[in-house]
Nanobody, 121 residues
Framework: QVQLMESGGGLVQAGGSLRLSCAASGSFSSINAMGWYRQAPGKQRELVADVSSDGSTNYAVSVKGRFAIDRDHAKITVYLQMNSLKPEDTAVYLC???????????????WGQGTQVTVSS
């Protein structure tokens, strides 16, 4: 299996910054992509940003220019730098990885437990 350990959430004032981290561990042979989703109360889970194994990135329109995702392949860790935070960014942020287990062929999606980000106005 794949375990994803998130850290870095918290409470911040509007305009502030936070940096989220997500470290992957477990019995996998490869990780194709890692990223972050978020879910606010009463809303659907949405993609925030992801980064593939070749370094290409994808961002939600609402965070472009404010958030930056990067990946440390050696540490199997993905980071999300969040700047110019807004109250509407308040949500549980969940780490996500597409991984292939050792000895397997299928690529499956794995989730972390989530970290709360609260932005006060």
């Amino acid at each position: 299996q794949v375990q994803l350990m998130e850290s870095g959430g918290g409470l911040v004032q509007a305009g502030g910054s936070l940096r989220l981290s997500c470290a992957a561990s477990g019995s996998f042979s490869s990780i194709n992509a890692m990223g972050w989703y978020r879910q606010a109360p009463g809303k659907q889970r949405e993609l925030v940003a992801d980064v593939s194994s070749d370094g290409s990135t994808n961002y939600a329109v609402s965070v472009k220019g404010r958030f930056a995702i990067d990946r440390d392949h050696a540490k199997i860790t993905v980071y999300l730098q969040m700047n110019s935070l807004k109250p509407e960014d308040t949500a549980v942020y969940l780490c996500n990885a597409l991984a292939r287990l050792r000895g397997g062929l299928a690529v499956n999606r794995y989730w972390g437990q989530g970290t709360q980000v609260t932005v006060s106005s």
